[in-house]
């Protein structure tokens, strides 16, 4: 009988985030294929799994491994395919290695849990009935100025993943291109100094620009075109008059404004001043 090959997701941050079933099949299957051996055994130390790795199944070298991981599930060995963080083959290794075992004829048994996108999407407060997942961004400026460009009549939610080295360089791409767009930063999700920075890009960038230093992994969700549409200016007028009578200071009422109805911030800081301009009696 052929065994049967388990794409397991793993914590992407906090060690807690895995399911009983992922601790189960890692701990019941012959071997563990991993995409860092180093990175996966702390979570397998934590959990107490003793399963061995056949190997590491990294980018550059997974094709090549390929053949004798289906002589093991030939051989009816049942193996845990684990990427470093997250959902396997998101944005990591394994799409060949699994292509080659389904068309060798071999079942794949998925074992979902974490996966940095969605994790970012879903607090993002921004659009997921709809959304499009880039992957990691382009390293090249210019291949990322290429992208933004074609994503300006893009309507979908766009999630991307960046790093620390980059991000500064993106958000800059991102206020020339997309200027007006709203912006999400999700940053060491689930971890200990997990953070969500929003506003659009000029404003991120200078939020980052006064760090010491730019840390952690990041993924960067993208407002798509006129998501929300404009804001009815009904619902400007109604929630402006409620923050006014909170007693909510004008700066903070134009960055609710700008991020809660998706008024620029030049719009929003008007329509504020305006509002006191014709509170104020005629002399």
């Known amino acids: 009988m052929s065994g049967i090959l388990y794409l397991v997701a793993t914590p992407i941050g906090n060690l807690g985030d895995i399911t009983h079933r992922a601790i189960e099949i890692l701990s019941s299957v012959d071997f563990i294929l991993a995409e860092d051996t180093r990175t996966s055994l702390r979570v397998l130390k934590h959990y107490g799994i003793a399963t061995p790795f056949f190997s590491s199944v990294?980018?550059?070298?997974?094709?090549?491994?390929?053949?004798?991981?289906?002589?093991?599930?030939?051989?009816?060995?049942?193996?845990?395919?684990?990427s470093d963080a997250g959902t396997p083959l998101v944005s990591d290794p394994g799409f060949p290695l699994v292509r080659a075992a389904i068309d060798a004829g071999y079942r794949i048994v998925p074992i979902p849990g974490p996966c940095a996108a969605v994790t970012g999407l879903i607090a993002s407060g921004l659009p997921l009935d709809r959304f499009r997942f880039e992957g990691s961004l382009p390293?090249?400026?210019?291949?990322?100025?290429?992208?933004?460009?074609?994503?300006?009549?893009?309507?979908?939610?766009?999630?991307?993943?960046?790093?620390?080295?980059?991000?500064?360089?993106?958000?800059?791409?991102?206020?020339?291109?997309?200027?007006?767009?709203?912006?999400?930063?999700?940053?060491?999700?689930?971890?200990?100094?997990?953070?969500?920075?929003?506003?659009?890009?000029?404003?991120?960038?200078?939020?980052?620009?006064?760090?010491?230093?730019?840390?952690?992994?990041?993924?960067?969700?993208?407002?798509?075109s006129d998501a929300d549409g404009p804001a009815e200016q009904g619902a400007v007028d109604q929630l402006l008059a409620a923050l006014k009578a909170e007693g909510v200071p004008n700066k903070s009422i134009v960055r609710i404004l700008s991020q809660t109805l998706g008024l620029p911030r030049n719009e929003a800081y008007r329509v504020v001043h305006s509002q006191d301009d014709s509170d104020r009696p005629s002399p």
């Not at 990294?58 to 684990?82: C, F, H, M, T």
């Not at 200027?179 to 000029?202: C, Q, S, W, Y």
């Open 139 to 224: 390293r090249g400026l210019g291949e990322r100025q290429s992208l933004f460009a074609s994503l300006e009549s893009c309507e979908q939610t766009c999630v991307f993943y960046e790093s620390s080295h980059r991000i500064l360089d993106t958000l800059q791409a991102l206020a020339e291109s997309l200027p007006d767009r709203r912006v999400v930063i999700a940053r060491e999700l689930t971890k200990l100094h997990e953070e969500f920075l929003r506003g659009n890009p000029a404003q991120l960038h200078s939020q980052l620009s006064e760090a010491d230093r730019v840390r952690g992994e990041f993924v960067l969700i993208l407002e798509g």
């Open 58 to 82: 990294y980018q550059g070298a997974e094709r090549q491994r390929i053949p004798s991981i289906l002589a093991l599930l030939e051989d009816g060995k049942n193996l845990a395919l684990v």
